[in-house]
């Protein structure tokens, strides 16, 4: 049997979904946010939290996509340089390409790497995520996954 997420030390978890599927919720219930040592304390990397402005406003801009996407792997990285234990990506990572770099840095530092699918429909999406840019993720992510999730 396998232990609880928060039980696991160094370990990648890389969400895999469509915007709205269920991936943020599920890092949120599943990560480590209270500690006594700073390296149990999980660290999230996402892409989402660069498009956010100091007032809390999610503000999507598609021509800032690749560098936000550099900062996330930057910040991947750091957290694993450092020695945390738990380092989440959540991203959409439809496709096996996304998801690549992290997983290959993760393993080169002997980090296990857990991938987690979410295929779930809650609207709970981003403000501003347009319907189609979330249907093309989905069949991204069945072109890409489906022998994976079944």
């Given at each position: 049997?396998?232990?609880?997420?928060?039980?696991?030390?160094?370990?990648?978890?890389?969400?895999?979904?469509?915007?709205?599927?269920?991936?943020?919720?599920?890092?949120e219930?599943n990560?480590?946010?209270?500690?006594?040592?700073?390296?149990?304390?999980?660290?999230?990397?996402?892409?989402?939290?660069?498009?956010?402005?100091?007032?809390?406003?999610?503000?999507?801009?598609?021509?800032?996509?690749?560098?936000?996407?550099?900062?996330?792997?930057?910040?991947?990285?750091?957290?694993?340089?450092?020695?945390?234990?738990?380092?989440?990506?959540?991203?959409?990572?439809?496709?096996?390409?996304?998801?690549?770099?992290?997983?290959?840095?993760?393993?080169?530092?002997?980090?296990?790497?857990?991938?987690?699918?979410?295929?779930?429909?809650?609207?709970?999406?981003?403000?501003?995520?347009?319907p189609?840019?979330?249907?093309?993720?989905?069949?991204?992510?069945?072109?890409?996954?489906?022998?994976?999730?079944?």
């Amino acid at each position: 049997m396998t232990p609880p997420i928060k039980d696991l030390k160094y370990v990648a978890i890389i969400m895999h979904g469509w915007s709205g599927s269920g991936k943020s919720t599920f890092v949120e219930q599943n990560r480590t946010t209270s500690v006594h040592d700073l390296k149990d304390l999980d660290v999230v990397a996402s892409a989402d939290e660069f498009f956010y402005d100091e007032l809390g406003n999610y503000n999507f801009r598609e021509d800032m996509l690749e560098r936000v996407h550099s900062l996330c792997l930057s910040k991947f990285e750091l957290a694993i340089v450092n020695g945390i234990h738990r380092v989440w990506l959540d991203n959409t990572n439809c496709t096996t390409w996304e998801s690549e770099p992290y997983e290959q840095f993760a393993r080169t530092h002997n980090y296990d790497v857990i991938h987690v699918f979410c295929t779930g429909n809650f609207r709970n999406y981003e403000e501003g995520t347009e319907p189609q840019y979330i249907k093309k993720q989905k069949i991204n992510f069945e072109m890409h996954w489906r022998n994976i999730i079944e």
